[in-house]
């Protein structure tokens, strides 16, 4: 190539190529993922599509060759530009977390995981607290609430979901910048502590 | 075969981009550069004014290099250009075998290790402003 880098340095007047990292946001279906997304992004929520190639074991499967099924993923994604450096992303995990474990894409570069619990349903949860603590993945509990409706207490939720004394447990109406940022501190505060990632005794 | 969907909410069935997706890459299915991610930071290296040998690069390829003028993230040229990440990953691996796009993994964040402090840090300021 005809060119030095300095040249391509000066042409490319973002300077330096920033350094990525992401957060996971996951929670149940309309629990308000995308809300976190959008309260501390600074660009509307983008979305994405992924395909994941899933064998399926089916009841009908006599020969023992799993069936190749394609699943198409919809992810939200939002932005949160650092420094000329560092550049933090947040997505919003599609539900349906048994396909997570053949994605490796989506914890590369993974500091750290918002699980948002809705206290109406929070079964729906437990999927992405079990994939996190599986994967050795920090991970806080945001408790959505809207309008500053709560009808259960801290404790209930930590008891209700099963959580190490330890994991982070916040309470807010995530659709304020401020709450949801909040939850992104406590989460980047609790991996400065340096907690060990849980590990649930079964 | 067969082609599940799910999401959390309806995916927008934008008329334009009612392309069967692995069209644009002739068929391929898998990228030659295994490594890129959802957060891989892309960038062109020149100008698209001044990129010879890009001819037989499909159209998408050259909105690619429109995006990556500054520094962007793989999933958001993804979102840019109404692709999905399987195929964006494709043409964009096509571009940095020409030389013509740079590839910045992301931070190797190893699961069960305390991240870099100074990183969690940066992050907390950051976070902070907001």
Redesign the interface.
């Known amino acids: 190539m005809g060119y030095d880098d300095s040249d391509r340095r000066d042409w490319s007047a973002g300077g330096p190529t920033p350094a990525a990292v992401k957060f996971l946001i996951a929670g149940g279906f309309g629990v308000g993922k995308t809300t976190m997304v959008g309260a501390v992004s600074e660009v509307e929520p983008l979305r994405t599509e992924e395909y994941l190639t899933v064998v399926s074991v089916g009841v009908d499967d006599v020969d023992g060759v799993g069936e190749k099924d394609t699943t198409t993923v919809a992810m939200d994604f939002g932005r949160i530009t650092v420094s000329p450096e560092l550049v933090v992303y947040l997505f919003g995990t599609p539900g349906q977390e048994r396909f997570w474990f053949m994605w490796d894409d989506l914890v590369l570069g993974a500091l750290g995981a918002v699980v948002i619990a809705d206290t109406r349903r929070l079964q729906t949860s437990f999927g992405s607290i079990d994939f996190f603590e599986n994967r050795g993945i920090p991970f806080v509990v945001g408790v959505n609430c809207f309008d500053g409706f709560q009808d259960r207490t801290i404790p209930e939720v930590r008891e209700a979901l099963d959580l190490d004394p330890h994991v982070p447990v916040l309470m807010g109406d995530f659709r304020q910048r401020s709450v949801s940022r909040d939850v992104l501190l406590a989460l980047v505060e609790y991996l400065m502590d340096g907690h060990e990632p849980a590990s649930r005794p079964s | 075969?067969?082609?599940?969907?799910?999401?959390?909410?309806p995916?927008?069935d934008d008329e334009d981009s009612f392309v069967r997706p692995y069209t644009i890459t002739h068929g391929r299915t898998v990228s030659a550069h295994e490594e890129l991610?959802?957060?891989?930071?892309i960038?062109?290296?020149?100008?698209p004014e001044e990129q010879f040998g890009t001819r037989g690069l499909e159209p998408e390829h050259r909105l690619i290099l429109e995006r990556c003028?500054?520094?962007v993230?793989l999933?958001?040229i993804?979102?840019?250009l109404n692709l999905?990440?399987?195929v964006t990953k494709i043409l964009i691996s096509d571009l940095i075998t020409l030389?013509t796009v740079?590839a910045?993994?992301?931070?190797?964040?190893a699961?069960?290790q305390?991240?870099d402090?100074r990183?969690?840090?940066?992050?907390?300021?950051?976070?902070?402003r907001?």
């Open positions: 075969m067969s082609i599940n969907h799910w999401a959390d909410e995916l927008d991610t959802l957060i891989t930071i960038v062109a290296l020149t100008p003028r500054r520094p993230a999933a958001e993804a979102a840019g999905p990440v399987a030389g740079a910045r993994p992301p931070l190797a964040v699961v069960g305390k991240p402090i990183l969690l840090q940066a992050v907390r300021d950051g976070l902070r907001l």
